[in-house]
């Protein structure tokens, strides 16, 4: 987790890159931001692109204006650099893992946090559960993110898989309590009013089980005080509301890669695009 409060210029906000680095390069230059502008990633830097260590290695080198957190592709990376899982066919983590700087960038992906939080603006990969408010989900995502970056990480990171427990209670302890926190923030789609998390499916809103709904359709949900950007959810493809953004808009699969401001406004935010049509290095 991270909190800034000092004033600076409004950050952009791009969805899931996942190794397209050409298009994210057109996409910085079509936004014309200037070089002082904070750039903020909603996680899966890396994976099923063709382009993922020059991906990577282009956001480790923008240094502090780069405002990425993690997403369960990054995690996987880590997950199968530690042995703990194994490629899939369509990863193009390879050339990260037999790169000779691959000590250091596992080491950079490994310290991201997995929220961000800033001028009203909450950045998450996926989603975060109706109970928590933006105080809970930053103290939640602190305790993860102190986990993976303990010399235990490893132990801690193949914990983490698994689709119970599904809902938060402040009773969990333990891994538990850091596999519904990762589960949330790096997987949530759907889930039903009392916040269970249902993974049965990952397809656009009408794919959406009985009995449950988008996460951030959940009436009760505690974060609609401030603005949430996430990624993640390519079926849902582009969603902007005024205290809503998500920006996954499936690059990877040939669509189109997004970028927003975020500016305090709504009426101020901009939306800039660009085609992603031979991003994907192979197919599933």
């Known amino acids: 987790m991270t909190v800034s409060t000092e004033p600076h210029p409004i950050p952009l906000a791009f969805g899931d890159l996942q190794g397209c680095r050409t298009q994210f390069q057109q996409l ?100 975060v559960l109706p109970q928590w408010d933006v105080t809970r989900t930053l103290e939640l995502a602190d305790e993860l993110q102190r986990a993976l970056r303990a010399p235990t990480w490893k132990e801690t990171l193949a914990g983490l898989y698994g689709n119970n427990p599904n809902r938060w209670t402040p009773r969990l302890k333990g891994i538990d309590r850091l596999r519904v926190t990762c589960s949330a923030l790096t997987r949530l789609r759907f889930c039903g009013l009392d916040g269970a998390m249902d993974f049965s499916s990952n397809g656009a809103l009408e794919t959406a089980p009985r009995g449950v709904m988008p996460w951030f359709d959940v009436p009760s949900r505690k974060t609609t005080d401030v603005t949430v950007v996430f990624g993640h959810w390519a079926a849902l493809g582009l969603l902007m509301r005024d205290n809503l953004i998500g920006l996954d808009s499936g690059c990877v699969w040939g669509e189109k890669l997004s970028a927003v401001r975020l500016a305090a406004n709504p009426a101020d935010r901009t939306l800039t695009q660009v085609e992603c049509k031979g991003c994907r290095a192979s197919a599933d």
């Open 28 to 127: 910085l230059a079509k936004a014309a931001v200037s070089s002082e502008t904070p750039l903020w990633f909603a996680g899966d830097l890396i994976n099923r692109g063709g382009e993922s260590l020059a991906t990577l290695r282009d956001i480790v080198a923008l240094g502090k204006r780069a405002v990425p957190v993690l997403g369960n592709h990054d995690l996987h990376l880590l997950s199968v650099s530690a042995g703990i899982r194994k490629s899939k066919r369509g990863d193009t983590i390879d050339e990260i893992l037999t790169a000779p700087d691959a000590a250091d960038l596992l080491h950079w992906v490994r310290h991201l946090p997995v929220a961000h939080f800033e001028d009203g603006m909450l950045l998450v990969h996926a989603g």
